[in-house]
């Protein structure tokens, strides 16, 4: 089994990375057949931009570009996508969603066609996701933040998709709290990659 694990961050020493890479260790423990790879956004340098060639991609006027296409390849590969990141203003921060933007693609993720029917393509894949939160989990409830970063990303991106988000965590007080208990809950993440069940989706 495969993982991708996708990361969005700029500082290679942060806690966002840190994670990561106990999510990775995490899998090779329980089963040293397993194997992933990190793709480190930033230091990649891919492009979050989406410009009118990726509008002509989404029209099916055009192959994606090189750069899109290469990321498609690497989604085919895995048998499940971790998606790390620290959450700005109660979303991720605008590289991972550029890069989700750009590769899930109109024709690769999903097809919509003018007369409003949509097949969603993605239904092999599962997803799991960690966002790294300063605030206490108090201030994600009585504000909404934690239900509306489920509706956008979990529901609104990869059910839309056809792909299973089987876990959903937010590592909250990131900035007040010792990082031990989240590189834990991380490392518990990725012995559990390949055995937890999908979460239910809405119809």
Known sequence: M???IVVAHHDPGSLTH?????IAEGLVQTNPSHSFEIADLFTEGFDPRFTAADTAVHHRETAPPADVAAEQARVDRADALVLV???YWWSMP?????????VFAN???FDFSSDAKLVKKLHHLHVHLVGVGGADGETYERHGYAAAMKTQIDHGVFDYCGASVVTSELLLESE????AGHLN??????RTLFTAQPCQHRA
């Open 94 to 102: 605008a590289l991972m969603k550029g890069w989700i933007d750009r």
């Open 85 to 87: 990141y620290p959450v």
């Open 18 to 22: 840190s994670l990561a890479g106990q």
């Open 185 to 190: 809950a991380a490392r518990d993440l990725g």
């Open 2 to 4: 495969h993982a991708l």
């Open 176 to 179: 007040t709290r010792a990082p």
């Open 107 to 109: 024709g690769w993720a």
